[in-house]
């Protein structure tokens, strides 16, 4: 009973949040969109009631800011109103950036995981590649994306291959952060308990430090999913992409359809919270498995 209640009290949070928010952004919908109604009014020599006005302002074909059940209706014509195969539906667009988000986000975990180990085991990787590894997301990923796409067009490296390694260079640090704090959670006295019992510095590793860094790692990779995944989106924006959700919100800006941009934005984060939500599943029954959750 206790967990039902709270599980209740806990979706009547959540659905409080969501109205609200829908309730601001059908007034925001009003106030932004109330500019073009005014003026067709106007042209037309017509007074708008507040009840017409209201009409126009959620149902215009290219409006400054879409009500939600636009939305919603292009999401659903995007992933149920089309074929799987075709170039307008949503499902197929976001296959093409998952691919590259899945490839960078394992090359991303992969590199921070390595680089890591080096950090805690060689002083001089942690004294010389942590501050560049710092210094590199410094860098506004809007500025270096051009300039690894262009590089690589240039030695004939094109497609997936680009915009993994984007999705790459945005998910290894919160991996890397998070391995290195996990890495050296264990204190001196377990260090020093494993040391009488003559451990090795392997033992040390895989028996204390690799197991004690595991939640870090699965919270660092929730992070690292969700960059990676902005990472891809930002690749496929300078090139130009014909596929792709980037390629959606490239073509929704060119043309000026605005509700197809935020069709485009809410199938992202649907996506992001699917993977977050896999990645989430893997640590409850990778930590239930060694013991360190229920």
Not at 6 to 35: E, G, H, P, S
Not at 159 to 183: E, R
Not at 198 to 223: C, G, I, Q
Request: charged share 15%; glycine share 8%.
């Amino acid at each position: 009973m206790m967990g039902e209640t709270a599980l209740m009290r806990k979706l009547f949070a959540i659905c409080t949040v969501v109205l609200a928010i829908v309730i601001v952004w059908y007034a925001a919908a009003i106030k932004m969109n109330a500019k073009w109604a005014y003026d067709q009014a106007a042209r037309a020599k017509v007074e708008l009631t507040t009840s017409e006005l209201i009409k126009q302002t959620w149902a215009q074909e290219r409006p400054v800011l879409p009500a939600p059940h636009q939305v919603v209706a292009e999401l659903w014509d995007g992933t149920v109103g089309k074929k799987v195969t075709s170039k307008r539906s949503l499902i197929f667009h976001g296959w093409i950036t998952l691919r590259a988000t899945l490839l960078g986000f394992v090359i991303g975990t992969l590199l921070g995981i390595v680089l890591s180990v080096g950090i805690i085991h060689i002083r001089a990787m942690d004294m010389g590649v942590m501050p560049w590894a710092i210094a590199s997301q410094t860098i506004p990923i809007l500025a270096i994306a051009p300039m690894i796409i262009v590089v690589l067009n240039s030695i004939g490296i094109q497609g997936l291959i680009p915009k993994a390694i984007i999705s790459a260079y945005l998910s290894f640090f919160p991996v890397l952060v998070g391995m290195v704090s996990g890495l050296r959670s264990p204190d001196h006295m377990q260090l020093d308990l494993l040391k009488t019992y003559n451990a090795s510095k392997s033992d040390a590793f895989f028996k204390l430090r690799l197991p004690s860094s595991m939640p870090y790692l699965f919270t660092s990779m929730k992070v690292g999913i969700a960059a990676s995944l902005v990472g891809t989106i930002v690749g496929e924006l300078p090139t130009g992409a014909i596929r792709g959700l980037g390629a959606r919100l490239l073509t929704g800006s060119y043309y000026g359809q605005t509700i197809q941009m935020w069709a485009a934005l809410f199938a992202a984060a649907f996506l992001a919270a699917g993977l977050v939500a896999l990645v989430g599943m893997a640590e409850k029954a990778i930590l239930k498995r060694m013991g360190m959750a229920r």
